[in-house]
């Protein structure tokens, strides 16, 4: 049912990198069909047709997606979901915030209650250590390893294009723009939240985003198995190992050591004490692949060869391919037509992923799979929202947004004050402005398209971030009606901020939700409608206020950091 001789080589190709188990491999059979979705527009449907030639599908059954609303929600459903696992956890996540201890606490809980639990947690190795040697995300997690030992893998992804003296000499915080493990993750047992949130207080109680449930084994084993194949290409969070015991010197050799400490503490300043991170990073011999710091290509060649199989539905040759018979290709499409499922599903779901900095050549789906689902937006009219807190949209999908011919188009980002770098100290309290010059170009090229009567920008703003009852606004994604239909049913949901610096620089994971299932509908609506109670529309005449004007510098430095942004 799922495009049975290009996806028995997918299977294949995954399996024998070790990526997919057979259970998922046989789960990615199972579900899907070239038929498409009864009830969809056509040209949905051939566009889903094209989308499906290129990345896994999944068949999903009523109520296996829920739709959360608000960040405690999510908080309270991920610690009931670590508690309740007794299989694994894991969280794939840019970082956890260095104060989260009843995270910590929570799936240290969960491990002492369940022996057969196993923890595996992915953080960015830039981000996650930036507080370094102070308490950090890594120093934080290793508090797990004291107790609990091999049961828990703690993962710091270092991009492989930050080496050198490029690295030693690029600050903290800004070595960030060269690449980040961004994928959000969190699975545990059979359940999976996908999300574009962190782990920390501010993403648990008042930074509005977007939280998806999934209540599928195979799409868990799916995303499990992207998150495995990040692993094995990042370094591991280890303990220091104590050091080892120096022989005991002789009496003359103690004398002059005292003579010479006694001499140095009167000429020589008080050396400051250097403060133990409490963990260290090792390149694990498990890893099957070789550090980047030894070779980048040859890093990028074994990286492609396992993730490039992964996330995309076509076979990929390797320098020894297996050849199979006749008989064995027949065998498979046979065993796939009978496990085909006998009644068409309602929902189906797309993984789509962009890795472009591990993969050469690039075989990422989110950008191209993108691209064909806003393209299809010019051929129909269809309503669509689509939102990003850090507005800086890949200039392709601003014009396939400009080109197309909606009843409804609706942009919405923050406004500044739900920015979450708004008066933050340093140079950082200016990305704001940095945005407010994206949004306002927008505007401009809405109007200069004749397209200000169907596409409105609106801002999200729900106090001031960082004041009492402030929120900030990091959701993101993308949701797409049918013509004439009034509730959505297709919605893009992950990690992705859709900007060029995440296209080219970051790891990102998604969904693609496409649904005739009338109370996902209904849930995809109400999240709309709940993020829109906090927006004023905007105009070109808003942005050209004095309190909104941004100073020449900034625009200058916007300009040339705009691919990092």
């Known amino acids: 049912m799922f495009r049975n001789a290009r996806l028995a080589g997918l299977v294949c190709s995954a399996r024998r990198a070790g990526v997919v188990s057979a259970r998922t491999s046989r789960a990615m059979r199972l579900t899907g069909g070239s038929r498409g979705l009864s009830g969809l527009h056509s040209n949905v449907n051939i566009t889903l047709k094209q989308i499906e030639a290129t990345v896994p599908k999944f068949a999903v059954d009523k109520g296996q997606i829920q739709v959360l609303y608000d960040p405690e929600e999510f908080y309270d459903q ?3 979901k670590i508690l309740a696992a007794k299989e694994r956890v894991f969280l794939s996540t840019l970082y956890v915030g260095k104060e989260e201890t009843e995270l910590v606490s929570c799936l240290d809980e969960a491990l002492t209650k369940n022996p057969g639990l196993k923890v595996s947690v992915l953080i960015d190795g830039l981000r996650g250590t930036r507080e370094e040697p102070e308490t950090c995300s890594a120093s934080l997690l290793a508090s797990l390893l004291h107790k609990h030992g091999d049961r828990v893998d703690i993962r710091c992804y270092i991009t492989p294009h930050l080496f050198g003296l490029k690295k030693q000499l690029i600050p903290k915080r800004f070595n960030e723009g060269w690449g980040l493990q961004h994928m959000k993750l969190y699975g545990c047992d059979d359940d999976i939240i996908l999300s574009g949130a962190n782990l920390s207080r501010d993403y648990f109680t008042n930074r509005q ?20 194949a990040v692993c094995r290409l990042s370094w591991r969070v280890a303990l220091p190992k104590p050091a080892e015991k120096a022989p005991e010197p002789g009496k003359m050799a103690v004398f002059f050591k005292k003579q010479a400490a006694s001499i140095a503490k009167k000429i020589l300043p008080e050396p400051e004490p250097v403060k133990d991170p409490g963990f260290v990073l090792e390149w694990p011999n498990n890893n099957t692949l070789q550090s980047p710091n030894v070779s980048l290509a040859e890093f990028q060649r074994q990286a492609t060869a396992s993730i490039a199989p992964l996330i995309t539905s076509k076979p990929v040759e390797s320098g020894r391919r297996k050849v199979k018979s006749l008989a064995q290709r027949e065998t498979e499409l046979e065993e796939a037509k009978n496990e085909s499922e006998s009644t068409e599903p309602q929902t189906l779901v797309f993984p789509i992923s962009q890795f472009t900095p591990l993969l050469k050549p ?5 950008f191209p799979t993108l691209g064909r689902l806003l393209s299809m937006l010019s051929m129909q009219r269809s309503s669509w929202t689509f939102t990003a807190g850090y507005f800086n ?6 014009a396939k947004l400009l080109g197309s011919v909606p009843d409804k188009g609706t942009v919405i980002t923050a406004s500044p004050q739900a920015n979450g770098f708004y008066k933050s100290h340093g140079i950082s309290q200016y990305l ?5 010059l994206l949004a306002r170009q927008f505007i401009l090229d809405v109007n200069k398209a004749h397209r200000q009567k169907e596409i409105e920008l609106l801002e999200w703003q729900r106090g001031v971030v960082n004041t009492p009852g402030g929120w900030s606004y990091h959701a993101k994604g993308i949701w797409i009606n049918g013509p004439g239909d ?3 049913s297709i919605t893009v949901v992950g990690s992705s901020n859709y900007t060029r610096r ?9 969904a693609l939700i496409v649904t005739t299932d009338e109370e996902l509908k209904r849930q995809l609506q109400q999240e709309i409608d709940h993020i829109e109670r906090y927006t004023t529309k905007k105009s070109i005449t808003d942005y050209d206020q004095e309190d909104r004007q941004v100073k020449t510098w900034v625009k200058v430095v916007a300009y040339f950091i705009g691919d990092k942004l």
């Open 393 to 398: 949209m890949h200039p392709e999908f601003k």
């Open 362 to 366: 690039d075989s990422s789906t989110e």
């Open 502 to 510: 995440g296209y080219s620089k970051d790891l990102e994971t998604n």
């Open 209 to 228: 985003d977007r939280y998806f449930v999934f209540k599928s084994r195979p799409i868990v084993d799916y995303y499990h198995a992207i998150h495995n």
């Open 78 to 80: 991920l610690k009931q």
């Open 486 to 488: 009034k509730l959505p």
């Open 432 to 436: 704001p402005d940095c945005y407010t």
